[in-house]
């Protein structure tokens, strides 16, 4: 497990740029010692990655989460992958989903229907829809575990 460390910081700027994504500028205080991110690497294609916990500080000291560290809702997650075609893929060869293959995309690959796709999420994760990803646990480990299965399919087919 990575070491955590709190640091207060000030947001200076923020931007974002269809072409090279968004960035994020921080001011850390002068504080004696190395800097906090000395021998880490920068830059788009071999940077270090970072778990950041971003905690608004209010006026009154108090504290609030921010509101545009939002988290995706794992409801939506199932929705885009019902739609893709190597999760069908996957839900077919893995699962023994009996998905039927309507046509080819212009890519090549096969296409399922999408309804199919999520009928076939729910019943191997039980549940009645993909909303109680988001509002029961046991579903939502249910969820996670079938993508990692997906992911880990992924790697081995790549």
């Known amino acids: 497990m990575?070491?955590?460390?709190?640091?207060?910081a000030m947001l200076l700027r923020w931007g974002e740029?269809?072409?090279?994504?968004?960035?994020?500028?921080?001011?850390?205080?002068?504080?004696?010692g190395p800097h906090p991110f000395k021998g880490l690497k920068c830059g788009p294609e071999h940077g270090q990655r970072l778990a950041l916990s971003i905690v608004l500080i209010n006026d009154d000291e108090t504290t609030s989460e921010a509101k545009a560290a939002k988290k995706t809702r794992n409801s939506q997650v199932a929705a885009l992958l019902c739609s893709d075609s190597g999760f069908a893929l996957f839900l077919r060869d893995t699962h023994s989903a009996s998905l039927q293959q309507v046509d080819r995309g212009k890519d090549g690959k096969p296409c399922f229907m999408e309804?199919?796709?999520?009928?076939?999420?729910?019943?191997?994760?039980?549940?009645?829809?993909?909303?109680?990803?988001?509002?029961d646990p046991e579903a939502a480990k249910r969820w996670h575990a079938?993508?990692?299965?997906?992911?880990?399919?992924?790697r081995g087919m790549g």
């Open 2 to 8: 990575p070491s955590k460390e709190v640091i207060e």
């Open 17 to 32: 740029n269809h072409a090279s994504g968004r960035t994020v500028t921080f001011l850390l205080p002068d504080e004696p």
């Open 115 to 135: 309804a199919q796709v999520a009928h076939a999420v729910r019943d191997i994760c039980k549940v009645k829809s993909r909303s109680e990803f988001d509002s």
């Open 146 to 154: 079938l993508k990692g299965d997906y992911e880990n399919w992924k």
